[in-house]
């Protein structure tokens, strides 16, 4: 009878311990998001949801948001997501070149070239060493006028009646 007794009062004795483990680890995690709330309410930071969206892409918990948050606070980090910016600088690159979107990433803290052109959009075309096939212009003709079509589609409540393709001159760049 004395060790089922011991039994019993070291099942409820590890029992009681897990759960208070369980609660505390609770209660910082209750903690941590009061935290969170109470530093987003202090306004200390203008863009807050930007942050908070960019450190959720990043799969950050409760505890890496605060850190994002008091870093951001500090001026230790400065929120790098690029929507408009990276259109602007996209335009600003393809209509002026390399230097001058250098100069713009330099200056007013835009996107970099690396940045824009792994970013880019522009659909890959298909080269030919030789004579090119006609799959390869084909493939390239769609690349080329994809997004043109879902314009005109839309454009025309797809009702698209005739389109005209002309292709004036074709011209290949030599390359060493």
């Given at each position: 009878?004395?060790?089922?007794?011991?039994?019993?009062?070291?099942?409820?004795?590890?029992?009681?311990?897990?759960?208070?483990?369980?609660?505390?680890?609770?209660?910082?995690?209750?903690?941590?998001?009061?935290?969170?709330?109470?530093?987003?309410?202090?306004?200390?930071?203008?863009?807050?949801?930007?942050?908070?969206?960019?450190?959720?892409?990043?799969?950050?918990?409760?505890?890496?948001?605060?850190?994002?948050?008091?870093?951001?606070?500090?001026?230790?980090?400065?929120?790098k997501?690029?929507?408009?910016?990276?259109?602007?600088?996209?335009?600003?690159?393809?209509?002026?070149?390399?230097?001058?979107?250098?100069?713009?990433?330099?200056?007013?803290?835009?996107?970099?070239?690396?940045?824009?052109?792994?970013?880019?959009?522009?659909?890959?075309?298909?080269a030919?060493?030789?004579?090119?096939?006609?799959?390869?212009?084909?493939?390239?003709?769609?690349?080329s006028?994809?997004?043109?079509?879902?314009?005109?589609?839309?454009?025309?409540?797809?009702?698209?009646l005739?389109?005209?393709?002309?292709?004036?001159?074709?011209?290949?760049?030599?390359?060493?």
């Amino acid at each position: 009878m004395l060790h089922r007794k011991k039994k019993v009062i070291d099942f409820h004795r590890f029992q009681s311990l897990n759960q208070a483990k369980k609660l505390l680890s609770k209660a910082m995690v209750l903690s941590h998001q009061k935290q969170l709330l109470m530093a987003i309410a202090s306004g200390k930071i203008n863009q807050i949801d930007r942050l908070l969206s960019i450190g959720l892409r990043q799969k950050k918990g409760i505890q890496g948001l605060l850190s994002l948050f008091f870093a951001a606070a500090d001026g230790v980090y400065t929120l790098k997501s690029f929507t408009e910016e990276a259109m602007r600088a996209m335009l600003v690159w393809r209509l002026r070149g390399n230097r001058i979107a250098e100069i713009n990433h330099h200056s007013q803290d835009e996107p970099s070239v690396t940045y824009l052109w792994s970013h880019s959009n522009v659909p890959l075309l298909v080269a030919s060493p030789v004579q090119p096939t006609i799959q390869q212009v084909q493939k390239n003709v769609e690349a080329s006028l994809d997004g043109i079509s879902k314009e005109l589609h839309s454009c025309m409540n797809g009702k698209v009646l005739h389109t005209v393709v002309m292709f004036d001159e074709l011209a290949t760049k030599k390359r060493l």
